[in-house]
Antibody, heavy 118, light 110 residues
Framework: QVQLQESGPGLVKPSGTLSLSCDVSGGSISTDWWSWARQPPGKGLEWIGEIHESGATAYKPSLRSRVIISMDKSKNQFSLKLRSVTAADTAVYYC????????????WGQGTMVTVSS | QSALTQPPSASGSPGQSVTISCTGT?????????VCWYQQYPGKAPKLIIH???KRPSGVPDRFSGSKSGNTASLTVSGLQAEDEADYYCSSYADNAFYVFGSGTKVTVL
């Protein structure tokens, strides 16, 4: 079955760029939509954006100016870059597969904690 | 882009039912039959338990059911079990092609 695993630095400096990757195993990334979401400590979930195997993307409007989601089919992975980060971007970041239409994630990675601090 | 509104907490005794509401707007919950519900245990990833308002993925017990009326969706957990104690989040597709999550509800089994 499809499994997802996030990876990347756990600490990012303020004003820097947060960069995460999501490795997909047990299935091809060349199908479906793939998304990123986050959850600040003790708070609720927030959808960040998504990418289709065609390269099409969609982002949460309030984050659109700072986010880029990309895909590397040769590595069967997709990535998240969030620039100009502040402490408010501290969260557990999840990648997910959108295997069902209009569902922001039917299979999720375990999540990775990213702290923004100097 | 505000989060969908859920009650912070809900509770019930084993065997009882609990219903969680999820209130949005005419731009999200009220506009589309694309409401999902997720169950999340502490320190774990969310698990999809309802999609398309009332459909259960394979393996999800039929104790979980969903519905929608106007701008409000609901999740009912019937026959509460100890293992149902978790956080629950709703989500909805919204205008301008993005998703919005609910504020989350902590369900306690008394």
């Amino acid at each position: 079955q499809v499994q997802l695993q996030e990876s990347g630095p756990g600490l990012v400096k303020p004003s820097g760029t947060l960069s995460l990757s999501c490795d997909v195993s047990g299935g091809s990334i060349s199908t479906d939509w793939w998304s990123w979401a986050r959850q600040p400590p003790g708070k609720g979930l927030e959808w960040i954006g998504e990418i289709h195997e065609s390269g099409a993307t969609a982002y949460k409007p309030s984050l659109r100016s700072r986010v880029i989601i990309s895909m590397d089919k040769s590595k069967n992975q997709f990535s998240l870059k969030l620039r100009s980060v502040t402490a408010a971007d501290t969260a557990v970041y999840y990648c997910a597969r959108e295997g069902k239409a209009y569902v922001p994630g039917d299979i999720w990675g375990q999540g990775t904690m990213v702290t923004v601090s100097s | 882009q505000s989060a969908l509104t859920q009650p912070p907490s809900a509770s019930g005794s084993p065997g009882q039912s609990v219903t969680i509401s999820c209130t949005g707007t005419s731009s999200d919950v009220g506009a589309y039959d694309y409401v999902c519900w997720y169950q999340q245990y502490p320190g774990k990833a969310p698990k999809l338990i309802i999609h398309d308002v009332s459909k259960r993925p394979s393996g999800v017990p039929d104790r979980f059911s969903g519905s929608k009326s106007g701008n409000t969706a609901s999740l009912t957990v019937s026959g509460l079990q100890a293992e149902d104690e978790a956080d629950y989040y709703c989500s909805s597709y919204a205008d301008n092609a993005f998703y919005v999550f609910g504020s989350g509800t902590k369900v306690t089994v008394l």
